[in-house]
């Protein structure tokens, strides 16, 4: 096949590990800005609503380590259309005694929250579409090289 583009089977696991990489550097500003934001006199609404953000721009890099040969469009589609944190928000109106006791915890609250809000909506969108920016200039850096063309 002339004209063919060689087949790099190594883009699609290093595109994998960069969003990995970058997916522990968002979880790390998170719980950062979870532990530290009110002691720093973060605003109520920095804290709460930049660590819904974080979250789901966490959740648009996770689907790009599972899935790193789509583009970002249809990358935060799944993130959308999965209902990732559409489900997490909406779970929030369940309450059970062994599911509100593991909300008490650390992890329940920084894995499913503790109060329903319609605002985390709006965050979730604004975080998946920090994600694609994040991804866009990681490519534009060169570390994901497949990236560039789309």
């Given amino acids: 096949m002339h004209g063919a583009q060689p087949v790099n089977s190594a883009a699609p ?22 532990w530290y ?7 109520a609404f920095v804290v709460k609503y930049g660590g819904s953000l974080l979250w789901a721009t966490m959740v648009f890099l996770l689907v790009g380590v ?7 469009a249809q990358l935060a589609a799944i993130a959308m259309a999965m209902a990732i944190a559409l489900v997490v928000e909406l779970s929030r109106l369940v309450h059970t005694p062994w ?14 929250g503790r109060i329903f809000s319609l605002w985390n909506l709006v965050a979730y969108a604004a ?6 920016w994040l991804d866009r200039l990681a490519a534009m850096r060169g570390l994901v090289g497949w990236a560039k063309a789309r």
């Fill in 13 to 34: 696991l290093r595109t994998s590990l960069i969003r990995a990489a970058l997916a522990l550097v968002v979880i790390a500003c998170g719980l950062s800005l979870r």
């Fill in 37 to 43: 934001g009110f002691p720093l006199g973060l605003p």
């Fill in 66 to 72: 599972l899935l790193p040969r789509l583009p970002r």
């Fill in 99 to 112: 599911l509100d006791a593991f909300r008490l915890t650390t992890a329940g609250a920084l894995l499913l």
């Fill in 127 to 132: 975080g998946i579409g920090f994600g694609v």
